[in-house]
């Protein structure tokens, strides 16, 4: 005959896994506390939209801007420099020529 030995509940683990289950109850329902006054409050949710879809227009607006200005700047910094009539730095002492 086969005994199967079984390993001793440690007393720590058990105590902390009734917590848990305790905390995982109080949890669901405050979410379910929580659903509810959401549910209740879809009117005032409705009047919130106008202002997710104004600040949404900002932030694009805002962004296209700053796509406008970047590109101008990049075309502007391409430009080759117009040909200089300062004379030339043969007079330098730190040439390495």
């Known amino acids: 005959m086969s005994e199967q ?9 058990v ?7 305790e905390w995982n109850r109080k949890n ?6 929580n659903k509810e006054q959401v549910e209740s409050s879809n009117l005032s949710s409705d009047q919130q939209e106008p202002q997710s879809q104004t600040s ?8 296209a801007i700053v796509v406008v200005v970047g590109v101008a700047l990049y075309v502007y910094r ?5 040909p200089s ?5 043969n007079d330098d002492i730190f ?3």
């Open 5 to 13: 030995v079984t390993k001793s509940k440690n007393e720590g683990r």
């Open 15 to 21: 105590a902390s896994g009734k917590r848990l289950v």
């Open 28 to 33: 669901k329902e405050n979410l379910v506390k």
């Open 56 to 63: 949404t227009v900002v932030y694009g607006g805002a962004l």
């Open 78 to 82: 391409k430009k080759p420099a117009p």
């Open 85 to 89: 009539s300062a004379p030339s730095n």
């Open 95 to 97: 040439c390495m020529n």
